[in-house]
């Protein structure tokens, strides 16, 4: 088993990025980094040049801050290639899917890449916290999908969380985790639940803090402190809610209140309140913070 595992990790040498947003070209710019032929692809051709632009840029920055050299800079960039969806994925060996957080959506791509990728290829999804089983059962090949929840920014944060389905082949996922550690992040490996594990304690301390400013208990910025400077957090749970955005973060709540059928995650009412005012957070410049 051991061997017929490193075969196939051995195979994985082009990667696919379907959605260039948010996640879609950070997850394209590490795998560049790691060495794989990347393809990257997205509905709108905008979004593709703009994730192109962001990659530049923080290449430049590593390269700036010594990070990384000018010609591995370059080089990562040439193994990135733009196209649509049948050209970046039709000889991938692993397509990570990086679209909206919205099962059909999902399901729908699957449905898709199923019918035009190779018969031997892997399918992640990116996936914060949807079921990766109703993703895997949406194509003929659920053994072979996997979820592959990679944290922003991409190109910072070192955690990959690796989601094993009931029907997941022991060799897919080895074969993922590999993947993710060749990309230079560590890996965990977490049941399909809702929420797996860091979406389900992120988002209960995120709508906690929430509820607190709600109740005049502190303000955002100084319960943020608390936890960065109390709990030793990178960043606070508000801040990080205005970088991820409170219109993802409320769907996931709903998702995790629905399916968990548990209070503690029903999106507060100041969460509401704020996404029907269309502060979204730092893409709409102000969530918790003004940007």
Known sequence: ???????????????????????????????????????????????????????????????????????????????????????????????????????????????????????????????????VTHIANATRRPSRVVGMHFFNPVHIMKLVEVVAHPQSDPDVIAAARDAAQRMGKTTILVRDTPGFASSRLGVALGLEAMRMVEQGVAAAADIDTAMELGYGHPMGPLRLTDLVGLDVRMKIAEYLHRELRDPKFEPPRILRDKVQRGELGKKTGRGFYEW
């Open 1 to 131: 088993m051991e061997s017929q595992i490193r075969n196939h990790i051995a195979q994985i040498r082009r990667v696919a990025v379907v959605g260039a947003g948010t996640m879609g070209h950070g997850i394209a710019q590490v795998a560049a980094m790691a060495g794989y032929q990347t393809g990257l692809t997205d509905a709108s051709g905008d979004a593709l040049t703009t994730a192109m632009r962001r990659i530049a840029s923080n290449l430049t920055g590593a390269v700036n801050r010594g990070k990384i050299t000018q010609d591995e800079a370059d080089a990562a960039t040439s193994r990135i290639e733009p196209a649509d969806l049948a050209a970046a994925v039709g000889d991938a060996d692993l397509v990570i899917e990086a679209v909206a957080e919205d099962l059909d959506i999902k399901e729908a791509l699957f449905r898709q890449l199923d019918a035009v990728v190779g018969t031997e290829a892997i399918l992640a999804t990116n996936t914060s916290s949807l079921s």
